[in-house]
């Protein structure tokens, strides 16, 4: 019982929505009969759909001469090869018809007809009539800030185009603002050579040694669009890196040590740079970063390949040179904190745990393009 009430509740609002498109309205035939009821034009099928009482016709377009809905007179046009019956709103460079159910065609003296269906087509209309009314610059700018243009917001704009001081077209302050949303983000790609200053602690010891090695890098720095005003200053970035330092004596080594020590790395950061347009652009920076340590040599006389690693920080400094080819060349200077790590050394079958702390200063000579 409870599922037939349902049902009869859903038919009849079904059939109270459909019976909403019928308005009050009289039609004439071609042989100049005339007959007066309740009327929806149903422009897709080209049919008139005409109620009253309890009978129901439907009318083609072809065999009316006229069509009346609420008063308002309706005339037959034809475009794009198709008629249509269509209530005539206001003329002048752009004439707007009405027809009905919250569509209307729109006939621009220069670029002929479009249909606006304001229910539809709600998300392209203000983009549709910018396109139209591209001579009127100050309408537009209404046009752009607009989220839904009902039927007498869309006659408003329409009257203030035929009243318009048309010219030239010009960028507005909103369409300007959306096409930067449109823009490519800014890439920069960059390839680099430099040297690292080793600081590293381990054995156990107090005492830091420092050393010296030779570094590449490769990273790709992105400033995406959607930052506006501050793309081009603000920049996220990704790099890889790889250190090399030749054989060294550890004398802070409780026992005979010699290794060469492999440090790669891979870091995401931030970059702030100054002065994008010029020749000259500053910029400073923050990333954060994992490192991992290889040490291969000896200790105590036994062969070792041990690896360690883990987070560091790494605020950097720098400049580009932009060149007028749009590539540029760039210096870098940055601080990785310290870190720590754990290695097994061995000695036969005796292995000895170590902690190593490393921290450097790099700096890179960088090639962007």
Known sequence: MRNFILLTLFLFVAM???????????????DGTQLSGRLFID??????????????????????????????????????????????????????????????????EDKGFHVLDLVNDESQIPGKLAVLFDDCNNLRDKINTTDVISGSRLARFVAGYNTCAYGNFEPTAEEVKKANLFNSDQLKVYLGAGMAFNDIT???????????????????LASPAFLERLQGNL??????????????????????????????RVELGTQYHINKKGVVEPFVGIGIGFANDFFEGMYDGFNNDVNSGNVFYAPRAGILFNLKSGKAIGVTVSYLSEYTGDLDFRRGDVVTKYQVNSQYLKTALNFYF
């Not at 308002?72 to 027809?99: C, P, R, S, V």
């Not at 381990?202 to 790709?220: K, M, Y």
């Not at 290794?259 to 790669?264: A, D, E, L, M």
């Open 16 to 30: 109270h929505g459909q019976a909403q498109n019928y308005q009050n309205g009289s039609l004439t035939k071609t």
């Open 43 to 108: 422009q897709v099928s080209g049919i008139v759909k005409f109620k009253k009482d309890y009978t129901s016709q439907d009318f083609t377009f072809g065999s009316l001469s006229e069509v009346t809905l609420r008063g308002k007179k309706f005339e037959k046009i034809e475009f794009d090869n198709n008629i249509w019956w269509l209530h005539q709103m206001m003329d002048g460079k752009a004439t707007l018809y009405d027809a009905s159910n919250d569509v209307f065609v729109l006939q621009h």
């Open 235 to 264: 920049y996220f970035g990704l790099e890889a890196s790889a250190n090399f330092m030749a054989d060294q004596t550890f004398n802070n080594a409780p026992l005979n040590a010699n290794f060469k020590v492999n440090t790669y």
């Open 202 to 220: 381990f054995f156990d010891s107090d005492t830091a040694q420092n050393e010296t090695s030779f570094g590449v890098n490769f990273g790709i």
